[in-house]
């Protein structure tokens, strides 16, 4: 079993900070890639940014700037450093991983419960 634990979310104004986690646990052999995504009421999933296992980040281009991926030493927890935010960023947010459990196992998709974030005008 592969767990992913979200927090940081909440209610910020415009223009400020929130900082998200997420912790991997579990039965992981190896993490491929993490990965941000968000979803707003009635949109569809939308990847924010990932990094994968060797440290190289992608970023949506409505993101770059003012928000940063980045992981812990262990690299099980990954952050999401989101600043200068907008009403319009207002969504559920969702880390992703890509992992295999096990050394000759396909890699799969594993979702956190996700965490809200709103951000007031």
């Known amino acids: 079993q592969v767990q992913l634990v979200e927090s940081g979310g909440g209610l910020v104004q415009a223009g400020g900070s929130l900082k998200l986690s997420c912790a991997a646990s579990g039965n992981i052999f190896r993490i491929n890639a993490m990965g941000w995504y968000r979803q707003g009421p009635g949109n569809e999933r939308e990847l924010i940014a990932v990094m994968r296992s060797d440290g190289s980040t992608n970023y949506a281009d409505a993101m770059k700037g003012r928000f940063t991926i980045s992981r812990d030493n262990t690299e099980t927890t990954v952050y999401l450093q989101m600043n200068g935010l907008k009403p319009e960023d207002s969504a559920v947010y969702y880390c992703?991983?890509?992992?295999?459990?096990?050394?000759?196992?396909?890699?799969?998709?594993?979702w956190g419960q996700g965490t809200q974030v709103t951000v007031s005008s």
């Open positions: 992703k991983i890509e992992a295999t459990t096990r050394s000759l196992g396909p890699p799969f998709p594993y």
